[in-house]
């Protein structure tokens, strides 16, 4: 399979994107906080901060939807539930109801139109169909935010565990960089500039 390298700018344009709608707005210091108590309590396998055992099997059934384990590992492999435990454990009891209040909303859809109350159990093509629906929605947009907040943060700080983040993008994690940085800056070695 081919993979296709983006460059920084066109990352960080489309991460940029990944925060509108959201009822939650991080801070680069606000995510590497947050990603460094995510850190502790994903290696010691701790119980959740705030969330309930329900909401965390909901949460990261809809994250690994948002970033799916295939061909490359996803937001189960990165972590991604204790990064957003740790988010909404920080002082936002609003905005942990209004993403308690989405789950509830989409818990029932998915009981009206497939007789399951839990997103978790439901098959992969039923919990997309129940996303596209509420795509558009500040519970879906808030928990996509926080799901590629919690996949491409640095590993040392709790995201993206075994550097899947990094892996999927194509970055090489190293100590130190020499010129050219990156493949945009190919040409400059070749023109001894």
């Not at 390298?5 to 801070?27: P, Q, V």
Request: charged share 20%.
């Amino acid at each position: 399979m081919k993979q296709q390298r983006m460059s920084r700018r066109a990352f960080l344009n489309a991460g940029g994107d990944a925060a509108k709608g959201s009822c939650i707005i991080l801070t680069m210091p606000m995510i590497l906080a947050a990603c460094n108590q995510a850190n502790e309590a994903r290696t010691k396998n701790s119980d959740f901060q705030l969330l309930s055992e329900e909401e965390g099997l909901e949460y990261s059934a809809i994250s690994a939807r948002i970033i799916p384990s295939n061909d490359t590992p996803g937001a189960t492999e990165a972590g991604v539930i204790y990064f957003i435990d740790t988010v909404v454990a920080d002082n936002r009891d609003g905005e942990h109801q209004i993403l308690k209040q989405g789950l509830t909303t989409l818990q029932s859809e998915g009981a009206a139109q497939f007789g399951v109350a839990s997103f978790y159990l439901l098959n992969e093509e039923q919990q997309d169909q129940l996303l596209r629906q509420i795509e558009s929605s500040q519970f879906f947009n808030t928990i996509r935010f926080l799901t590629v907040a919690g996949m491409f943060s640095s590993p040392e700080y709790g995201g993206n565990r075994d550097k899947v983040g990094f892996e999927l993008l194509g970055f090489t994690d190293q100590h130190a960089w020499q010129p050219p940085f990156g493949f945009y800056d190919a040409d400059y070695a070749e023109k001894g500039e």
